[in-house]
């Protein structure tokens, strides 16, 4: 029941050219479905792992024995505050969850449509008329992605190198960098809330500062928990969904072909590329001693429930290692589960579908660039950088 099996460290997840860290994460199927994996965390604290995805179901729904609440933006600064709403437990979870649930549903997505396709648009157009390939991630997932990030929190989408660079320490680097880029988007969330409550606009940092729960104005560190979980949230995961998913379309022209001259078919095509290339893994602790499925799970325990394991559970979907684009009744968790389920998962959908929709549209037959190697790594969050694309 123990492994040293590690999302960080184990072969396939470090940084290789060429990895598919999805495909080496998918290979704990072949052992039991929960175990002890002794290094699973960036700092190298051991998790219970839990492989099967009905498990995982199970225990990011049971609020009460596993807390979602780990400070995992605050750790790297020594505090102990939680991401909003992602690192609460009811009962406040719900209560924030009501206040900021409409800033995020499908028909607010609907609403902010045309400027994201509008965004999309103008990268791809640019990236069409200066030549005949590009770094992907560079020009197009990175700023289109951080663009509409930026635009949502009231912000002009310039510099985006330097938001994706904070992304970057925060989840990739060692403990000084991610002291330094918690810094950093620290001041930067305060600085934006000390200005919308001076200068109100049209958006979601000033509905922040200016809502109310229970009769009272939020405090600092709870605008602080808002900003900062929108901002990292959304600087690196649908950014590296679209990278995986051109990466998938350039090395199966087939399946390239298919959505070209079907692109009725994207919408159904991204759940499947969602389900096969999920980017996050979620981690609970346990609140009391339990024994879950057979395994001793103690009180303070880390428990994991990694997407990209869950979403290529032979026992939940057939050949789970096959990118099927047609896959029907595709029941991924790439978005989690149960009441912590992503707040953004409907903004974030939208955006790939669009992203792959405008690229497709714009960009002829492509393929990666020969002599060029993407490099792949596992971690907290999966990503790609290096996908050299050529349709020359």
């Given at each position: 029941m123990v492994s040293d099996f590690s999302l960080f460290t184990s072969p396939g997840m470090q940084r290789i050219p060429n990895g598919d860290p999805h495909g080496a994460a998918?290979?704990?199927?072949?052992?039991?479905?929960?175990?002890y994996s002794l290094h699973n965390t960036r700092d190298g604290r051991g998790t219970?792992?839990?492989?099967?995805?009905?498990?995982?179901?199970?225990?990011?729904?049971?609020?009460?024995?596993?807390?979602?609440?780990?400070?995992?933006?605050?750790?790297?600064?020594g505090d102990d505050w939680p991401l909003i709403p992602l690192e609460l437990d009811p009962p406040a979870h719900g209560i924030f969850r009501s206040l900021l649930n409409p800033l995020f549903s499908p028909k607010r997505v609907m609403a902010l449509e045309p400027s994201i396709r509008a965004r999309a648009i103008t990268i791809v157009e640019k990236i069409s008329e200066s030549g005949k390939s590009c770094e992907v991630m560079k020009d197009f997932a990175i700023p289109f992605t951080v663009g509409v990030i930026l635009q949502f929190l009231g912000l002009s989408a310039e510099r985006p190198d330097i938001f994706v660079g904070w992304a970057k320490g925060l989840l990739q680097g060692d403990k000084v960098q991610r002291s330094a880029a918690a810094?950093?988007?620290?001041?930067?969330?305060?600085?934006?809330?000390?200005?919308?409550?001076k200068e109100p606009a049209d958006d979601f940092m000033t509905f922040v500062v200016q809502?109310?729960?229970?009769?009272?104005?939020?405090?600092?560190?709870?605008?602080?928990?808002?900003?900062v979980l929108l901002f990292v949230a959304g600087l690196h995961t649908v950014a590296?969904?679209?990278?995986?998913?051109?990466?998938?379309?350039?090395?199966?022209p087939k399946d390239q072909s298919l959505l070209r001259s079907e692109p009725e078919r994207i919408v159904?095509?991204?759940?499947?590329?969602?389900r096969a290339y999920s980017t996050v893994q979620m981690i609970r602790v346990a609140t009391k001693d339990i024994d879950f499925e057979g395994a001793p799970i103690r009180k303070g325990d880390y428990v994991c429930c990694a997407a990209m394991i869950a979403n290529r559970d032979p026992a939940e979907f057939e050949d789970p290692n096959v990118i099927d684009l047609a896959r029907e009744d595709n029941r991924h968790t790439a978005f989690a589960s149960g009441p912590h389920r992503c707040l953004g998962s409907h903004l974030a959908r939208r955006e790939i579908i669009i992203g792959l929709e405008e690229w497709l549209s714009h960009i002829p037959h492509f393929r990666i660039k020969e002599g060029t190697a993407p490099i792949t790594h596992g971690g907290h969050v999966f990503g790609i950088e290096?996908?050299?694309?050529?349709?020359?």
């Open positions: 998918a290979r704990v199927h072949a052992g039991p479905p929960i175990f219970w792992l839990i492989t099967r995805a009905k498990d995982q179901r199970k225990v990011l729904q049971d609020l009460d024995t596993f807390s979602s609440h780990r400070s995992l933006f605050a750790s790297a600064l810094r950093a988007i620290l001041e930067f969330i305060d600085e934006l809330a000390a200005l919308r409550r809502a109310q729960i229970d009769n009272r104005p939020l405090t600092d560190k709870e605008v602080r928990g808002i900003g590296a969904a679209i990278g995986f998913d051109l990466a998938h379309l350039a090395r199966n159904l095509a991204t759940e499947e590329l969602l290096n996908l050299v694309l050529d349709w020359s």
